[in-house]
């Protein structure tokens, strides 16, 4: 048979099924939406069969009674007695009882969509790819991929499935006792039945049974494929030769027919295979939505197998609205040079100018950018233009952000959103992913409130201009959608869950493969993410998928293992020359096209002119935890600040300290002030403990006061002091002339001073006359010989091993001023690879060095395979024997969120300590889920904490039972603070902690 020519397609007793006198197509209803009975109901189509309120996963809306009787809606379509029987359905839920969406039609839907998104969504570069990974044509690819879309569902032509509808008489089948899945069925029945549509049944691993798998898979988990030896492999697997067998091969039959029978593929690589499941799903996601059943159901339901032509016609002239509704287009590339990018720009620095000049020529197809430069250094604006150059030549024009925080993606989003909009021409869709993303005010949708508009600036985030390209729909808003948005910024958690063995990675695996991946603060990784990292990087280079990595201080070998990483997934060879050392500061250029050259940039890169940064340590003699000399070191350090004025920045290791601190000082600055006749310096805290809409509060007041914005426009103040966590080290664009900080390893302590004079060069700031240079003082024990010289706080954040070789690594610089970008590499790389840096202690280094290897190891274990291994077994992929929420993109992320409630006299609970606003504990929502607000009012004052604290207190922290259906609020636990008639506040004491929620300082947890 020659390539590409479908062969005869088999039917029972030899049968054609499509008669051509009925089989007429004819033009699909297009009733306006109040004639449809869907006005209200579901507003401009957008609401989805499991998407409510904000992407909340609650039970779907009903179609009612009356838009069945309206709209001439059959209750009980049977088919006839023989032929496709109608009467098996595929949709019931959300459906008036009698009312079952068949399942021929939803198969048929669920082609037409994929058959759109290959078309109008799937990028070219991924077309490529998976082309390239069935080795066949892009065309071909897509008819494929239409044609098994439409086989998704059939393992529902079961007993065990028909008969979960109760309403839903079975006639005329026999029972049946296995209980198998849908999905399951469908990957063990077609790896039988599609042999005798063409498909190779032999060798190592032919395409029957990949196919089968990744069909088997649309629910997120594939399943192992079990080898049949019997010459009857159906009858050995549980599928005699009945009434179910003879309409699963009726609806195969059909849909192979109808959608022209594609000629099977030679192969199927596996990685490929993972991306056309991902398609499979989405599609079958979209058709499922109850505004697409209504209106299909609106046209008529098929009454003989000659009507399926015209449900497949109207189906595909349905779905490019429907890929619209739910914000799936295709990004546009954007072209231009760097100042076109950025016309803010006078003059691009050093790094800009040498991107700009090299990297186009270099960008043949898909690659690896890894950019080291110092903080401060416009590494975000050169990324976002060289995502332009790459994207255009891999033919992925997407973009995905990744940051280490969800604080540090809210920050990142107004800025990419912002160039966005000076870059693109069309209305495109951007998606703000993390657990908390909907709470961010700029993250705007059309059911938000917005300002009024004409008060606005077109830049302004809550303009009309700009929400037009920042809106997002509410498919996007849904669990696991978001990065099917054209562009999206995020936590790097978001793309890390691409690379676990969780369910629907291939979901996000899809969603990654038509952007450039843009990886920032990429130092931030631990052993256990790093491995993880590693991993994503491996797939990403098998789907030639542009990646940007960014960091300011990053280790050499770190940085070489990522490159590997990449490389080795695009297939590069072990003995390939080695790959060179990256220059501090640099770029490094590798091609994932064969033979993969790794390009570094060609000449030094001039960078800012900075002033030498005073890295001096303050040595304290610490006893146990007793913090009084610490607290007389700080403040002997800011006592010019508060005197002559300044702004100051002091970052305490854990919450505990810096409330502490913040409290201490707070007192101290005001008896300093009084004494010396002159105004307190205002006082700021953060850290993570402050319920999430006063630490969004807080962290956008110190950024307008504190940062670029405040001097030019009169709002710096006179004196401030921000004490802080490490919160504060990454993304945050604030300047202080003084910089105090607990000892931390040396790349953070870094980190840390680019908030030091970090606009300096801008020359926009007024520093106070004691502010010569930008100093950091880092708060040490005077003692390096033991781990007992360490406050216990900071050894449990930072392994001691790392504290110390910093602290010696700080004495033996003796106070020379660190030149950056200069000295940067060398220390960094000093802290790690001197082996004389720790000579009391050598059994903490090995302690340390035995501690990554098992964090690897368990980041290794919870990723998926590489794509060497995968590309034989989807069933690798996934794990069936954990949940969802066993996997972590974090070591240790044992983190429950709280929300502090207040409770009357009578038992009544309280969001505030005034009592004058309910905990909502009934939902308001017609169907009894929660609205927006009610969520909102919740979610906005939750807050992080460890979930040990909560271990043994499950009945004292346990939310109200309503709750437990919501898929925002079923993981929200309560502390609950009793109110006495005297209006004083007592918080709850769980085991051995007591907890307040204090105005001020945030949760205040005392033992």
Known sequence: MPRHQPPSCPLPGGCRLLASSGSTVSSASTQPATALGLQGRFPKFRKSVSVGVYGSWLRPPALSREFVVRNNVPVDAAGPPEGIDFSLWGKSEGLPPGVRYPLACHLLDAAAAAEALWRDHVSPGVHETIAHGLDTTVDHAGTLIRHWAGLHDIGKITHGFQGQDATAPIRGYPAAEHRKAHDHVAAEWLQCALPEYGYPKDGRRPPTLMVAQLLGGHHGRFHQHVSVSSSAPLRALGYPDDAWETQRRLHLAAVTELLGHPAAPDQIDGTAAALVCGVVIQADW??????????????????????????????????????????????????????????????????????????????????????????????????????????????????????????????????????????????????????????????????????????????????????????????????????????????????????????????????????????????????????????????????????????????????????????????????????????????????????????????????????????????????????????????????????????????????????????????????????????????????????????????????HRLGANGAPNGQRPRSAILVATAIIEQSIDIDVDLMVSDLAPIHLLLQRSGRCWRHEHRGILARPAWATEPRLVVLAPHRTDAEDALPRGWSHIHHPSLLLRTHNLLRRWANQPVRVPEDVQELVDGMIDDTDLNPDNPHQDLDREATDLAYRSLGENAAIPPPGRATRDLYRLTDHDIDEAQVATRFGADTTRVVCCYSDSHGHRWLDEALSEELPETGELAHGGFSTGQVRAVLSRSLPVPGRWLEDHAEQAAPPETWLTSPHLCQIRLLVHRVGPDGSVHGPQLGGRRMYLDPRLGLVVEP
């Not at 604006?381 to 809210?410: F, H, K, N, Q």
């Not at 936590?491 to 291939?506: C, E, F, K, P």
Request: net charge positive.
């Open 286 to 703: 979209l058709v499922s939505q109850l505004s697409f059943i209504g209106r299909q159901l609106a046209g008529g339901l098929p009454a003989t197998p000659g009507d399926l032509p015209r449900h497949l016609h109207r189906a595909r002239e349905k779905v490019p609205a429907l890929l619209g509704e739910a914000g799936l287009g295709r990004p546009a590339p954007r072209t231009g040079s760097f100042t076109a990018a950025f016309p803010s720009i006078d003059t691009p620095n050093g790094l800009q100018r040498s991107l700009a000049e090299h990297l186009p020529r270099l960008c043949e197809g898909p690659g690896l950018l890894l950019v080291t430069a110092p903080m401060g250094e416009g590494k975000t604006e050169a990324a976002l233009y060289a995502a332009e150059v790459m994207g255009r030549a891999a033919g992925r024009c997407g973009l995905y952000v990744a940051l280490p925080t969800m604080a540090t993606a809210d920050q990142m989003f107004t800025r990419v959103t912002t160039y966005l909009r000076r870059r693109n021409a069309t209305p495109s869709t951007t998606t703000l992913l993390h657990g908390m993303a909907w709470l961010n005010p700029h993250y705007l949708s059309q059911q938000d409130t917005a300002p009024a508009e004409e008060q606005l600036p077109p830049d302004n985030p809550g303009s009309a201009e700009f929400r037009r390209l920042v809106e997002v729909s509410e498919w996007l808003r849904g669990r696991k959608r978001g990065l099917f948005a054209d562009y999206a910024v995020g936590t790097i958690d978001q793309a890390l869950m691409a690379a676990l063995r969780s369910r629907h990675n291939v979901v996000r695996m899809l969603g990654l493969a038509g952007k450039t991946v843009v990886i920032d603060e990429v130092h931030a990784a631990d052993s256990y993410m790093l491995a993880l990292v590693t991993r994503l990087l491996n797939w990403l280079g098998r789907l030639q998928v542009p990646v940007i990595l960014l960091s300011a201080t990053l280790h050499h070998r770190t940085a070489r293992t990522l490159i590997e990483a990449y490389l080795k997934g695009a297939g590069r060879r072990r003995n390939a020359a080695p790959i060179p050392t990256v220059a501090y500061p640099g770029w490094v250029y590798a091609s994932a096209q064969s033979p993969h050259p790794v390009t570094v940039n060609p000449e030094p890169l001039e960078t800012t002119q900075r002033k030498p940064l005073a890295l001096h340590p303050r040595e304290v003699s610490l006893t146990g935890d007793d913090t009084t000399a610490l607290d007389r070191a700080i403040q002997e350090e800011l006592a010019k600040l508060v005197e002559q004025g300044g702004c100051a920045a002091v970052i305490r290791t854990t919450v505990a300290e810096a409330q502490h601190t913040f409290h201490r000082i707070a007192e101290w600055s005001a008896r300093h002030a009084r004494a010396t006749g002159t105004e307190p310096p205002e006082m700021y805290l953060l850290h993570a403990r402050f319920p999430a809409q006063q630490r969004e509060r807080v962290t956008e007041d110190i950024v």
